[in-house]
């Protein structure tokens, strides 16, 4: 498929989508000719159509948007250039002489700054953020005042999510990993991810956002300080379900070499083989040319512990596949 058929069926799927979840209820078959129409786009999960927003409101109670933000999955490091779709060659290419032309702004108090001078070779104009005003960046893209703006991503996609109706703008990575700005630090508190948290991460991803851990492989050095997670069943066990999720449609259900895994590897004898940090190196920065992908920003450290912790009793022969545990 062409990068423009890709484009166009995608953008048709978030048409849609939004269509859909304006009017509210719509009956299946509106669904499955929406589908149809979006082509090779992505197959929608049917639950996302009937929704309501999720975040309706959320931009009336600015103190809560620290701890809304926050617990947004996968981009709490994350920065994005927002700016209007016309404009998408100049920031796919980041020519410095065309940049150098362009009014981009951010949010003072947060690593925009550096990020504008690392990624795009030139400083950005700073504005202090004010939560009661919280669109007023995106806003200004939008308007034309500003041709771009330099977002943390959460609060870019919040922002975009409830701004751009006719789905003008465009979101692009930029910069490395960073923390949020200090105006938006907060502890993540809930156990469960709040619906709107989650639908920001949805927009995101259909957005083609990449989290900023993506773009930078993990040095090995940062890792050989770390110590393996103690032997703990139960979180063993925890871990053969995100093991079933993210590793078993490769290395089989048993983890073992079996002729119907597409992973020429048995990961019951690689494990006691590799070191901890030699472990998480793997499966953090994958080995892309020969079909393992990198897991940094799609998994927590915590998840891929649980993994090692399942892998490493299923090869002491503790738990049996799927996390049951051994008869006596
Ligand atoms: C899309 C398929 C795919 C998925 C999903 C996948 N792997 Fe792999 N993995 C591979 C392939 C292929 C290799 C062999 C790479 C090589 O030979 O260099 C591999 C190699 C590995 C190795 C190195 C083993 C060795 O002996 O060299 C480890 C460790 C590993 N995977 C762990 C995982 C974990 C943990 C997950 C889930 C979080 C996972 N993989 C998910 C395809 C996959």
């Known amino acids: 498929m062409t990068m423009d058929g890709g484009r166009r069926s995608e953008r048709m799927r978030r048409g849609c989508r939004r269509a859909a979840s ?45 701890e809304l933000l926050a617990a947004v999955p996968k981009y709490g ?30 949010y003072d108090g947060s690593p925009a700054a550096a990020i504008a001078e690392g990624a795009l070779f030139r400083p950005v104009d700073l504005l202090p953020f004010d939560p009661q005003q919280a669109t007023r960046l995106v806003a200004d893209v939008l308007s034309g005042e500003l041709d771009a703006a330099l977002l943390w991503a959460p609060l870019a996609g919040l922002l975009v999510q409830e701004l751009d109706f006719d789905y003008q703008l465009s979101l692009r ?32 991803e259909g957005y083609g956002v990449l989290p900023a851990e993506k773009l930078v492989p993990i040095d090995i050095r940062d890792l050989l300080h770390l110590e ?68 940094r920003g799609s998994l927590e450290r915590q998840q891929i512990d649980a993994i090692y912790q399942y892998v490493r009793e299923r090869a002491h022969g503790t738990l049996h596949a799927g996390g049951a545990g051994r008869r006596p």
């Open 22 to 66: 304006r009017a509210g209820e719509r009956t299946a078959w509106l669904l499955a000719l929406a589908v149809a129409v979006a082509g090779a786009g992505a197959p929608i999960a049917a639950q996302e159509w009937g929704e309501e927003a999720p975040c309706a409101g959320a931009l009336d109670h600015p103190d809560a948007l620290p």
């Open 77 to 106: 490091n994350t920065y994005v250039l927002v700016y209007r779709d016309r404009l998408r060659q100049i920031f796919q290419d980041l020519v410095p002489a065309e940049l150098a032309e362009l009014r981009i702004a951010a």
């Open 173 to 204: 990575t930029v910069g490395l990993p960073s923390p949020p700005p200090a105006a938006l630090q907060a502890a993540v508190t809930a156990a469960d991810v709040p619906p709107c948290a989650d639908a920001i991460r949805g927009f995101l």
């Open 228 to 295: 393996a997670p103690p032997r703990d069943l139960e979180a063993a066990r925890a871990g053969a379900a995100l093991y079933a999720q993210h590793c078993a449609r490769c290395h089989g259900p048993e983890a073992v070499a079996s002729t119907d895994a597409l992973a020429p590897v048995d990961l019951l004898v690689s494990l006691p083989r590799f070191s901890y940090p030699g472990f998480l190196y793997i499966v953090l920065n994958g080995r892309s040319q020969n079909g393992m992908p990198g897991f």
